[in-house]
């Protein structure tokens, strides 16, 4: 059993994508080629912004959306610890402060009511992170933004295609950035991203900030990077595109059944998903005390895991500077008992099922006090 299932993908998918690729070879435009404009159509009527802008990767995309609102130095943005590194990490690239906000401890997203305590005059932007597949309280966290005049920017890295009232992950604030890391719920074979916005005039600051502030060719207006998505890439995810929506409803069926199935297990708890939005369950993350035992039991029986993340921002060296260890109580306790379950369009149930009993059977071995109810 793979934790992420790409094999099956590619079979299923090998003559688009091989075609998708081979008519790059075929017209040798390897660097912003037509595949480009292509996808970034393609994307843009997908998730209902006005324009999608691809890129290197998700974290590429999320500093050209910071650059592209143009931050002074100091200046600070809130956001949430309990995410990978590159979240913050491209805040402090980008010259600013990430201000830490915690998370709700049943969406493990941020607290939306815990934002505007932390607004100061020095306070520009919110960077939301929709972890492991569910948009975060956007509604919410753009009202906030609204009445303060700040830049909303949503890291959409795991959540490309979930919905929320209705609307699309991407296409709800400022700026929505997205990764197509190979196992994300739309991944490439390689390193890619895109950016999302209805802004015109920040569509085109992300557009030059990509090819290193260039207005035209050699005319460096702004400050830039080498942050383009190469053309081969952009073919793969045209060609992923085929099946797209079948994968969304695959994984909504998914986790659906992960959720009935682990819903009579005690000493285990559950990601919540609110009523007015969907998870695209980048990844099936389940909560356990004694993790490392279970983790353990589960590798034996064959059943791989993921820990995502250990160690949330705020305890992280990088950015001790930023916050104080405990600032996030509930960002660190979770830290230490999430484990992310097998998880993709493609697992079958036979190998659902089995990763149930394992979990099961690793519930009754560590935690004897909450004896595992049920068995599915
Ligand atoms: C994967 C990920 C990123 C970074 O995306 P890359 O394409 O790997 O650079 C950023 N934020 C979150 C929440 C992610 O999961």
Same mark, same amino acid.
């Given at each position: ?16 994508? +091989? ?6 070879? +075929? ?42 609102? %143009? ?7 809130? /956001? ?21 906000? %915690? ?31 569910? =948009? ?5 966290? #753009? ?6 005049? @700040?830049? =909303? ?37 390689? +390193?890619? !991203? ?30 830039? =990077? ?12 045209? !060609? ?32 919540? =998903? ?10 099936? /993350? ?18 791989? /895991? ?7 921002? #705020? ?25 992310? @379950? ?10 659902? +099922? ?23």
């Amino acid at each position: 059993m793979q934790f992420t299932d790409l094999k099956t993908q590619y079979a299923a998918l090998k003559p688009d994508i +091989d075609a998708r690729i081979q008519r790059v070879l +075929d017209h040798g435009q390897y660097i912003m080629g037509p595949e480009v404009k292509e996808l970034e159509a393609a994307l843009a009527t997908f998730t209902g912004a006005r324009h999608c802008i691809t890129v290197a990767s998700g974290t590429e995309a999320l500093l050209i959306a910071l650059m592209a609102l %143009d931050l002074q130095p100091g200046d600070e943005v809130i /956001t949430t610890p309990f995410t990978f590194a590159a979240t913050a990490e491209t805040i402090v690239l980008a010259g600013c402060k990430p201000v830490f906000v %915690d998370i709700e401890p049943d969406t493990c997203n941020i607290d939306a009511s815990l934002i505007e305590a932390k607004i100061t005059p020095r306070t520009k932007a919110v960077m939301p992170v929709s972890l492991y597949g569910q =948009v975060a309280d956007m509604a919410e966290i #753009n009202a906030i933004a609204a009445r303060h005049g @700040l830049a =909303v920017i949503e890291d959409a890295a795991q959540s490309f295609g979930a919905l929320y009232q209705g609307r699309r992950s991407c296409a709800l604030s400022t700026f929505g950035a997205t990764s197509f890391f190979p196992s994300k719920p739309l991944g490439c074979y390689g +390193d890619g !991203g895109a950016l999302f916005t209805d802004d015109d005039r920040l569509a085109q600051a992300a557009r030059e900030i990509r090819v290193h502030g260039q207005s035209a060719r050699y005319t460096h207006t702004r400050l830039g =990077v080498g942050g383009r998505m190469d053309t081969l890439q952009c073919a793969v995810v045209l !060609g992923k595109l085929v099946r797209f929506e079948w994968e969304l409803q695959r994984r909504a069926e998914i986790g659906a059944r992960y959720q009935r199935l682990l819903a009579g297990l005690s000493g285990l708890g559950q990601v919540t =998903v609110r009523p007015d939005r969907d998870s695209v369950w980048a990844q099936f /993350t389940v909560m356990v005390d004694r993790r490392a035992e279970v983790q353990a039991a589960l590798g034996a029986a064959g059943v791989p /895991t993921a820990v995502h993340y250990p160690r949330p921002l #705020n305890l992280q060296p990088a950015y001790a500077a930023h916050c104080c260890p405990d600032c996030c109580p509930v960002s660190s306790r979770l830290a230490e008992q999430v484990l992310s @379950l097998p998880m993709s369009a493609d697992l079958s149930e036979a190998d659902q +099922d089995g990763v149930v009993h394992a979990l099961s059977d690793a519930l009754a071995a560590t935690q004897p006090s909450t004896q595992a109810r049920a068995r599915p």
